[in-house]
Nanobody, 123 residues
Framework: QVQLVESGGGLVQAGGSLRLSCAVS????????MGWFRQAPGKEREFLAT????????YYSDSVKGRFTIARDNAKNTVYLQMNSLKPEDTAVYYC????????????????WGQGTQVTVSS
């Protein structure tokens, strides 16, 4: 089965950047696209971006469009989320997830999730 492991989270000052990685292992051919979500304390999980493995088509939520960039490296079975101009309100646990849909913007559209990585943006 597909396994997802996120990395790259940490503490950063407002205005800074971070790049998150999501390493995908297992039955990777069964996953059509990947997505990134985040969940802040006391809030629902929020869709951020999704990308197709085949042609790198991407789709973003309006809340991060222009600041965040999703990318994939098929040779490494890894998906990235480049986050620029970070704000304190970007503080959350960030998750990658696998889906057979595109573009999938709801949690219910994803069938496999990573454990999450914490991103904290200080003001």
């Amino acid at each position: 089965q597909v396994q997802l492991v996120e990395s790259g989270g940490g503490l950063v000052q407002a205005g800074g950047s971070l790049r998150l990685s999501c390493a995908v292992s297992g039955r990777t051919f069964s996953t059509y696209a990947m997505g990134w979500f985040r969940q802040a304390p006391g809030k629902e999980r929020e869709f951020l971006a999704t990308i197709k493995w085949s042609d790198s088509s991407t789709y973003y939520s309006d809340s991060v469009k222009g600041r965040f960039t999703i990318a994939r490296d098929n040779a490494k079975n890894t998906v990235y989320l480049q986050m620029n101009s970070l704000k304190p309100e970007d503080t959350a646990v960030y998750y990658c997830a696998g889906t057979n849909l595109y573009p999938a913007v709801r949690e219910s559209g994803y069938y496999r999730w990573g454990q999450g990585t914490q991103v904290t943006v200080s003001s």
